[in-house]
């Protein structure tokens, strides 16, 4: 039995010494601006450090002084978030098949908090939770950090906000602050959580939009890599793109923001239902958890376990709509759908300001949204020139070297050699889904995909299956290719 990749978190209250005794990986969380100035200075078995805006919650929500308790929450999301980023899910630390970048991982955490009884109390809850939303098999380890709980700090305020929802930049994100805006009573404070480039299209989208909002920072810094390699050798580099546990730490934040407030119970996740229930497209097409049903549910449950005098509710209006019927919330502001961005891999595709790859599941899917609303290309960002809108690619073909010289892919960059076949798999997968939808009886489909048997889930599905095949129809006469394939599948 191979043994987990196991790290240490240092926070204050806690000793590297006492932390070496479990393990040398040690992650460094830095609570305040002098930690952050000596970080590297000292100790050289630390393998990184993940700064976030502790000071914007303390100041703006808590007075002054950050719950206990919200902290231990605030710096597990955190660790998970980090040690997410860094252990690969590859086959050099697995050793298994090539053939999946999705193979779970275990992963040990050894976590400083100011209440060990109540976190161990709570252990079983986080694992699930955490291991669910990643695909992984996460393991606590709590350890008490100096000084005890005397004072607890959530509650004692009222706001003038009745709710948060949170605020991606995304295109569902952007539906949904319209639509809250309109249909919830009360008034929102809507919560970002900013990460490297992304940061400023959500501080444009805020400032257009004119919307009440709070955005909080984070970063990540893992040290030389060499070093990493020579003080941990269970993985050897620092990358892993999946990230799927930023959901966590957006909600973790989400809920940081309410809790001192005994007046604000809700916080919203705008997603389409489609990507939430993530039903339909095979094991290798893992996607992120971040709205499951099941996902939230395990969360609220923990959070109300963790603080049950809170009593809040984590909701998404969306759980059954399509990303198509998420767009029609923005008839009325088309313009402003350009703004926003869906693609997974913005990080990767900057140039011309265009952000979207065309390639991801993200980016396939709203092309099916703003496409089945007459609404590509027009109201849509510029697919980068280092992508391509997969909906163009010959399918019938799907050889990496032909494509190569196609004048929309000319400026093709290291990731595409693996995200231009994964590109073509993603949209047969979605094409092949859409045609069974389109093609099987009820009790067929039911039979294959058990979750559809509830009525409102499987009617949201079939509108989806509409949307595709009207994407199809609009792209198949510059796409042979295309419509050849829906006909193959739509012949089950």
């Known amino acids: 039995m191979k043994s987990p990749a196991e790290f240490a978190v240092k926070v204050a209250g806690v000793t590297y010494r006492e932390l070496k005794k479990h393990t040398p990986a040690i992650i460094q969380i830095p609570l305040t601006e002098t930690q952050k100035e000596t970080l590297g200075k000292k100790d050289n078995y630390k393998n990184g450090w993940i700064d976030f805006d502790w000071d914007i919650l303390r100041d ?4 002054k002084k950050l719950d206990p308790v ?6 597990i999301a955190l660790s998970v978030f ?17 053939d999946s970048r999705f193979f779970s991982r275990e992963i040990k955490l050894y976590v400083p908090v100011s209440d060990k009884k109540l976190w161990d109390r709570v252990r079983i809850e986080l694992e699930k939770t955490i291991s669910f939303m990643t695909y992984d098999l996460f393991e606590f380890e709590f350890l008490q950090r100096k000084g005890q709980v005397k004072k607890r700090n959530i509650l004692k305020q009222r706001s003038e906000h009745s709710f948060i929802a949170l605020f991606s930049g995304g295109l569902d994100s952007l539906a949904g602050s319209q639509f809250l805006l309109e249909n919830e009573k009360g008034k929102p404070l809507f919560v970002s ?3 490297g480039t992304f940061g400023g299209v959500i501080e444009h989208l805020i400032d257009k939009l004119k919307i009440d909002a709070i955005d909080v920072r984070y970063g990540d810094k893992p040290k030389d890599k060499d070093q990493i390699k020579k003080e941990y050798r269970k993985f050897h580099k620092p990358s892993e793109w999946t990230q799927f546990s930023r959901s966590f730490l957006y909600l973790t934040v989400g809920v940081a923001v309410a809790l001192p407030y005994s007046n604000i119970k809700d916080i919203h996740i705008p997603e389409n239902g489609v990507i939430a229930h993530n039903i339909g497209l095979g094991e290798a097409r893992r996607g992120t958890r971040t709205a499951n049903p099941r996902f939230l549910r395990y969360f609220e449950d923990l959070i109300n376990s963790v603080f049950p005098e809170a009593k809040i509710q984590i909701k998404d209006n969306f759980i059954y709509e399509t990303k198509g019927d998420v767009v029609d919330h923005l008839i009325q502001k088309k313009e402003v759908i350009k703004e926003s961005i869906s693609c997974a891999r913005y990080a990767r595709y900057t140039d ?12 396939i899917y709203r092309i099916i949204a703003l496409t089945s609303k007459n609404l590509y290309p027009t109201f849509d960002r510029k697919i980068s020139s280092h992508g391509m809108n997969i909906f163009l690619a010959n399918l019938l073909k799907p050889d990496l070297n032909s494509e190569l ?33 389109k093609t099987l009886e009820k009790k067929d489909v039911v039979r294959k995909y058990p979750s559809l048997i509830d009525e409102q889930l499987y009617l949201m599905y079939q509108r989806f299956a509409e949307e595709v095949e009207s994407t199809v129809n609009f792209f198949g006469d510059e796409n042979p290719s295309l419509k050849s394939v829906w006909r193959e599948y739509t012949k089950h």
């Open 60 to 63: 703006k929500f808590f007075r």
């Open 70 to 75: 919200v902290e231990d929450l605030l710096i």
């Open 82 to 98: 980090y040690v997410d980023s860094v252990v690969e899910r590859d086959s050099k630390y697995l050793k298994r098949s090539k």
């Open 193 to 195: 959580v900013k990460h």
């Open 352 to 363: 011309e300001n265009s952000y979207q790859c065309g390639m991801c599941i993200p980016c």
């Open 405 to 437: 010289t196609k004048g929309n892919v000319k400026k093709i960059i290291k990731f595409t050699k693996d995200d231009y076949p994964v590109g073509v798999i993603n949209v047969l997968d979605v094409i092949n889904f859409a045609a069974t939808l």
